[in-house]
């Protein structure tokens, strides 16, 4: 059976595939997540994954224009989870694939002088439809254990990364010895993996919610996405990277400007009315500046979404709408990224008491400490389960077997 006949109807309607100069996968990003479907990890990562992918290969030569704004195809992403969730198991195809088209990838761990430098010596040179030429310093971060990138409360790094993300045509850095660098056409691209635990440890608290963090989209699962114990390719998924990676080509091969159909514009102006009077309740005012920057997500990822069906640089209603379904399935569990990051000093341990709590729906006080043993001590679980009492999370009983604790949050 072709590969063909396992993706959406409508995707069937497709170009032959030995024509070299049209794309061999009518959706590349149906077609990635397709290909390595047997893999254990979230569908969710790897989806992200190969978003990221698209922007890499689009680069700063690729931009849209709305009046004086410009955006061009970068992303922070950051996929979240606890250890296990097979965070790198998504990365790898997309870090493979663009490492064999060429992309150029920062080290996973590097000094910010030599990202300074890596930066500054990968410029490309392009050429306009009207014959000018210009520059730009494009890479791509691939790091599956991002929080090593960015090393610990690294805030110069963090305030740099916060400049790139605007891709500013010009970005200066003084140094002692070779006194200023320059970089001509910034773009940053970022897929990283972390836990919630190590986001914060490695972000000083006043950067939460704030600063990098709110130029980010953070992917969270908890679980891995199924078990698979012997996740093989089959022939026709061998098949399908090869052609993935054709495509991935071509898509790099794309420049210039993404126009927009009539409803497309119609459709944007819509939805930002109605997100401007009604944001994401993310029920943390963390995500304050993210909700902020939602409109430029959004347009980023029409750009990738109109790369991934077709390289006519058009982006349509039907793009946007994928784009806004895909950003709003994120955010209803972004929350949970920030979970046990604040100055309380029982924070980090309330979201896994109660999710212990939660999974039981009935335990004693007795399985709550000897659970967290080695973390709380008697009058630490007490302070929690005043917290937890007072915010309606549970209801408390004493009994003969001591003190009984009923989970009720999902009655309210």
């Keep these: 059976m072709s590969w063909l006949t396992c993706l959406r109807p409508d995707m069937l309607r497709c170009r032959e595939p030995n024509m070299s100069d049209e794309r061999r996968i009518p959706d590349w990003l149906d077609a990635f997540l397709h290909m390595d479907r047997n893999s254990e990890a979230p569908d969710i990562f790897r989806y992200w994954t190969g978003i990221s992918?698209?922007?890499?290969?689009?680069?700063?030569?690729?931009?849209?224009?709305?009046?004086?704004?410009?955006?061009?195809?970068?992303?922070?992403?950051?996929?979240?989870?606890?250890?296990?969730?097979?965070?790198?198991?998504?990365?790898?195809?997309?870090?493979?694939?663009?490492?064999?088209?060429?992309?150029?990838?920062?080290?996973?761990?590097?000094?910010?002088?030599?990202?300074?430098?890596?930066?500054?010596?990968?410029?490309?040179?392009?050429?306009?439809?009207?014959?000018?030429?210009?520059?730009?310093?494009?890479?791509?971060?691939?790091?599956?254990?991002?929080?090593?990138?960015?090393?610990?409360?690294?805030?110069?790094?963090?305030?740099?990364?916060?400049?790139?993300?605007?891709?500013?045509?010009?970005?200066?850095?003084?140094?002692l010895k070779r006194g200023e660098d320059k970089i001509v056409g910034v773009w940053v691209n970022i897929i990283g993996?972390?836990?919630?635990?190590?986001?914060?440890?490695?972000?000083?608290?006043?950067?939460?919610?704030?600063?990098?963090?709110?130029?980010?989209?953070?992917?969270?699962?908890?679980?891995?996405?199924?078990?698979?114990?012997?996740?093989?390719?089959?022939?026709?998924?061998?098949?399908?990277?090869?052609?993935?990676?054709?495509?991935?080509?071509?898509?790099?091969?794309?420049?210039?400007?993404?126009?927009?159909?009539?409803?497309?514009?119609?459709?944007?102006?819509?939805?930002?009315?109605?997100?401007?009077?009604?944001?994401?309740?993310?029920?943390?005012?963390?995500?304050?500046?993210?909700?902020?920057?939602?409109?430029?997500?959004?347009?980023?990822?029409?750009?990738?979404?109109?790369a991934s069906r077709s390289s006519t640089m058009v982006m349509t209603a039907d793009d946007l709408t994928r784009s806004v379904t895909s950003l709003e399935e994120v955010e209803q569990s972004m929350s949970k990224v920030f979970s046990g990051v604040g100055k309380s000093s029982i924070a980090e341990l309330m979201p896994q008491m109660l999710a212990f709590i939660a999974q039981r729906k009935i335990c004693t006080k007795g399985d709550l400490q000897e659970a967290f043993y080695y973390d709380a001590d008697t009058w630490t679980v007490e302070r929690v389960l005043t917290a937890f009492d007072n915010m309606g999370y549970i209801k408390t009983v004493v009994t003969n077997e001591g003190l009984v604790i009923k989970y009720i949050r999902g009655e309210l």
Aim: proline residues 4%.
């Design 53 to 175: 992918c698209i922007a890499a290969a689009l680069q700063r030569k690729c931009f849209v224009k709305l009046g004086m704004l410009t955006w061009y195809p970068n992303f922070y992403i950051l996929l979240v989870g606890p250890s296990g969730v097979r965070k790198g198991t998504a990365m790898d195809p997309g870090r493979r694939m663009l490492g064999e088209i060429g992309i150029k990838l920062a080290a996973q761990a590097t000094s910010l002088q030599k990202l300074i430098n890596k930066m500054r010596t990968i410029t490309y040179t392009e050429i306009t439809d009207d014959g000018k030429m210009y520059f730009h310093s494009s890479l791509t971060v691939f790091s599956k254990e991002f929080t090593v990138f960015l090393g610990y409360q690294n805030k110069e790094l963090m305030s740099n990364l916060c400049d790139w993300y605007d891709c500013e045509d010009e970005w200066t850095y003084e140094t």
């Design 193 to 306: 993996a972390t836990t919630p635990k190590l986001i914060h440890t490695s972000m000083p608290l006043d950067a939460i919610g704030g600063g990098l963090t709110s130029r980010m989209i953070m992917v969270y699962e908890s679980e891995k996405g199924k078990f698979s114990p012997a996740p093989f390719l089959s022939v026709d998924d061998l098949q399908l990277a090869e052609e993935l990676k054709i495509d991935l080509e071509k898509i790099s091969m794309m420049r210039g400007q993404f126009k927009f159909t009539e409803d497309f514009l119609n459709n944007w102006i819509e939805w930002r009315v109605r997100s401007e009077k009604s944001p994401p309740h993310l029920k943390d005012d963390r995500f304050s500046g993210y909700i902020q920057r939602r409109p430029m997500h959004i347009m980023k990822l029409c750009m990738v979404m109109s």
